[in-house]
């Protein structure tokens, strides 16, 4: 059985983030930023700071690429360095979905691949897990990491790597 890895975004000085996109609880009335940009090093660094003010209390970025297809049992695989705080790791079979399947992770503030389960994703629409199964689809076209740990806190994730092993 061969292993076939899909790489859904390499960050390097040459990057291109124009299909990234911040999502900040400013859509409805909070008051978290954040941004992403590329560091000397060529890792992408998703930083900023997370209000609970206005009933806000998170921020995200969004990366929209054309399909990948997936198979049973994939594993995501994320090389990253983090501040030892948790984050989400979020996916959508398709973007014009409103939902997402979602995971929490924790990082240790050292270089670290997090490996991920597609099919452990389960559906989640504004914070409530929806009656459905864990994902299951047969393609990718979104992925979303988010910080919301119901603190007022700053926060980077420096990011390496993302591949889709089949």
Do not use: A, H, K, V
């Given at each position: 059985m061969s292993t076939q890895n899909v790489t859904i975004f390499d960050f390097n000085e040459n990057s291109s983030l124009t299909k990234w996109r911040i999502v900040n609880d400013s859509v409805m009335g909070g008051i978290s930023t954040s941004s992403i940009k590329i560091n000397q090093q060529g890792n992408g660094v998703f930083s900023g700071t997370v209000s609970t003010k206005n009933n806000g209390g998170f921020a995200s970025v969004q990366h929209s690429f054309d399909k990948i297809k997936t198979k049973e049992n994939e594993v995501v695989n994320i090389r990253l360095k983090g501040d030892g705080k948790n984050y989400q790791f979020r996916v959508k079979a398709n973007k014009n979905h409103e939902y997402s399947y979602?995971?929490?992770?924790?990082?240790?503030?050292?270089?670290?691949?997090?490996?991920?389960?597609?099919?452990?994703?389960?559906?989640?629409f504004r914070g409530r897990k929806l009656n459905m199964p864990n994902f299951n689809h047969l393609t990718l076209e979104e992925i979303t990491f988010l910080i919301a740990n119901k603190n007022n806190e700053s926060f980077e994730l420096q990011i390496d790597k993302i591949e889709l092993f089949q």
């Open positions: 979602i995971t929490t992770f924790s990082t240790s503030g050292e270089w670290q691949t997090i490996q991920i389960q597609l099919s452990e994703l389960y559906p989640s």
